[in-house]
Nanobody
Framework: QVQLVESGGGLVQAGGSLRVSCTASGRTFSNYTMAWFRQAQGKEREFVAA????????YYANSVKGRFTISRDNAKTMLYLQMNSLKPEDTALYYCAAHSGAYVGSDWHAYEDWGQGTQVTVSS
């Protein structure tokens, strides 16, 4: 099991940028495929982006492609999500998630470990 703690959320105006981070501990970080999900109030959990163990393979939801960038630093055991051109519809609780397989995708059932989330609010 890997422990995950998100940080960096906050309030930003539409069109602005924000970077959220996820600190991992407990296991060898580079053995885990990582992802970001989000959940807006009253809505279902939604996939945002995923990154392979090496950081080379990346996969994005269509709704964020071209605006968000997922990255990782295995030496620092950190996962990042750089969010640009933010929209009010990006407002949600953002979670990082991890699993020990090679699957890089959007199915949340595949992810074994989850953080508590960090709130991102985009004002119009």
């Amino acid at each position: 099991q890997v422990q995950l703690v998100e940080s960096g959320g906050g309030l930003v105006q539409a069109g602005g940028s924000l970077r959220v981070s996820c600190t991992a501990s407990g296991r060898t970080f580079s053995n885990y495929t990582m992802a970001w999900f989000r959940q807006a109030q009253g809505k279902e959990r939604e996939f945002v982006a995923a990154v392979s163990r090496t950081g080379v393979g990346r996969y994005y939801a269509n709704s964020v492609k071209g605006r968000f960038t997922i990255s990782r630093d295995n030496a620092k055991t950190m996962l990042y999500l750089q969010m640009n051109s933010l929209k009010p519809e990006d407002t949600a609780l953002y979670y990082c998630a991890a699993h020990s397989g090679a699957y890089v995708g959007s199915d949340w059932h595949a992810y074994e470990d989850w953080g508590q989330g960090t709130q991102v609010t985009v004002s119009s």
